[in-house]
């Protein structure tokens, strides 16, 4: 399946260097809290040359930084791991799913989740606390592979919109679920039914070493729009947003420049 | 411009300025290293780790459905390690699916086998090959203190699926091999997956890039697109993923080409073969 791939060219603004830090926090701040603004689904779907989980870990930073608790289904890593990189402040927000350590109940010591992955994952829809909360999916794809399609998507539908659920006499803050989903793990017919559940879906991609999130809005009442936004993930899991793609790919993509003028031949 | 030079799989790995994701660094948790091959044999890279933790004084486990026994301590023998050795003094386990495939027939039906799913018709789950690896690496008693982290190596993972397998059992299979080795006893995993290229064996691909998915550190061996060379076997090609220290993405991927010799496989930049230059 051809991943999107849309190379924007830079900006030919100067700017001065304290304007730029303002501009580059500004820019991390849109594209996170746009992603965060909408409640729903949150899809981002990776690959293994480009992987989601940092952005999906910057994400929940993000929400928790903004004082929502965040509750992670931890499918694929160990709860050190996951939290590895997290300041304290960020992980006493976090409560942590383990459906890593024993997710099929092989131990048989009563320490996994006891109805499993499809019972934790409806937990998560039964919902006690009305306050804005952050449920993170890691992964998807592993829930994909381990129950029918049509089920995770009803209770995907169920936990996404817990909000409207008709007879709810306490308003309740919108929920935001962020959903990692491996791409290549799948054919196109259970990647089309998530994404047709995504209020935003994040589609990671990248070249020369560079990484970009190809970014798609479905906005209630609105056309769907497109966002591309190149970027690196900076070891606190805080976003450092690009202007452009790399010199060298834009050096290339200018149709006047031919590719071998200036270069020196390596021999 | 890389200059031309002949190095080993470990200095590659340390010149690029990597944590050790092999031994030395004391870290956290394991690291699961997937092995791949395309369209040529990477077979040689199983024998370099099985012969490296040994030489490194690891506790291993070596689940081998592939080649027979003698054929693994032969070619170890070559690379400095005797594998009769080992296993004698309990450092080596060592699980002969050829021999033991045919032992599973033979033993009556409660007494649990790693291999029991070749008696199963609807082949179910990779448990007992599970608790299996878990028996062979669990901390012993003060005699296996000597041993430094366990590691489980599996050569490999595909003939599972001709063996009637399913992608999902082997991925759950190596998912629960991740929790206790890696996580709980703080081992490395090293793994052999091959890629099956044009022939559309969807199974396949869901295993392989449900391991690349799952591991630290890929190293796939490609066939060159020209075809075969005398000088110039193969190359490979390094993928770094989930490091602990995040950095550029731009050092995340090397490839060397590589030339397999009776005792050793030299590696160097693209096009600098010695034997071109």
């Given amino acids: 399946m051809p991943r999107p791939f849309h190379p924007e060219g830079a900006g030919q603004l100067s700017v001065t260097p304290s304007e730029s830090v303002r501009r580059g926090a500004e820019r991390e701040l849109e594209m996170l809290e746009s992603l965060l603004a909408l409640g729903g689904l949150v899809l981002l779907r990776d690959s293994v040359e480009w992987e989601g989980r940092s952005l999906l870990k910057a994400l929940i930073k993000k929400s928790a930084a903004c004082g929502e608790q965040v509750h992670i289904l931890g499918c694929e890593v160990s709860e050190e791991e996951f939290r590895e990189g997290f300041d304290s402040h960020v992980n006493s927000r976090l409560v942590y799913h383990d459906l890593f350590r024993d997710p099929l109940n092989w131990s048989k010591t009563g320490e996994a989740l006891p109805e499993g992955p499809l019972g934790a994952l409806r937990a998560m829809c039964r919902r006690t606390n009305p306050g804005p909360v952050t449920i993170a999916l890691d992964s998807l794809s592993w829930l994909l592979l381990h129950l029918p399609c049509t089920t995770l998507c009803q209770t995907l539908h169920a936990l996404s919109h817990q909000d409207s659920c008709p007879g709810n006499s306490t308003p309740v803050e919108p929920v935001h679920v962020l959903g990692l989903l491996h791409e290549e793990l799948h054919g196109p017919g259970p990647v089309g039914a998530l994404s047709s559940l995504a209020q935003a879906e994040v589609t990671l991609s990248g070249a020369m070493g560079q990484a970009s999130a190809h970014i798609l809005y479905r906005r209630p009442r609105q056309r769907p729009t497109h966002q591309t936004q190149w970027f690196s993930i900076l070891p606190d899991f805080s976003l450092d947003l690009q202007r452009g793609p790399p010199l060298e790919l834009q050096r290339h993509a200018d149709p006047h420049t031919p590719p071998t003028a200036g270069s020196t031949a390596p021999w | 411009m890389l200059a031309p030079a002949e190095g080993g799989l470990l200095d590659l ?265």
Wanted: glycine residues 6%; contains cysteine.
């Fill in chain 2, 13 to 277: 790995l340390e010149s690029s300025q990597r944590p050790c994701v092999l031994l030395k660094v004391p870290r956290k948790h394991g690291k699961l290293t997937l092995l791949c091959d395309a369209k040529t044999d990477g077979s040689f890279l199983v024998h370099h780790f099985l012969s490296f933790y040994l030489k490194a004084n690891c506790k291993v486990c070596f689940v081998a459905l592939i080649q027979s026994f003698s054929h693994y301590n032969i070619v170890g023998q070559k690379l400095g390690v005797s594998l009769t050795t080992a296993r004698e003094r309990g450092q080596l386990v060592f699980l002969e699916g050829l021999k033991s495939s045919v032992d599973v027939f033979f033993r009556s039906q409660e007494e649990p086998h790693p291999l029991q799913f070749l008696r199963e018709a609807n082949t179910g789950n990779l448990q007992p090959l599970f608790e299996f690896v878990r028996e062979a690496l669990k901390p012993g008693d003060n005699a296996e203190a000597a041993w430094r982290c366990p590691v489980l190596l599996v050569d490999d993972l595909s003939v599972l699926l001709s063996l009637g397998v399913g992608a999902v059992a082997v991925l759950d299979f190596i998912h629960y091999c991740r929790a206790t080795v890696c996580c709980e006893l703080k081992g490395n995993i090293v793994t052999l997956v091959h890629d099956s290229g044009d022939a559309e064996d969807e199974e396949n691909d869901v295993l392989l890039n449900g391991l690349s998915h799952q591991s630290h550190l890929i190293l796939r061996a490609e066939g060159l697109a020209t075809g075969f060379c005398r000088d110039v076997h193969g190359q490979l090609r390094i993928l770094w993923r989930r490091p602990s220290q995040l950095t550029a993405q731009r050092d995340r991927s090397l490839t060397y080409q590589y030339k397999i010799q009776d005792k050793s496989v030299s590696f160097f930049a693209k096009g600098m073969s010695p034997a071109v230059l």
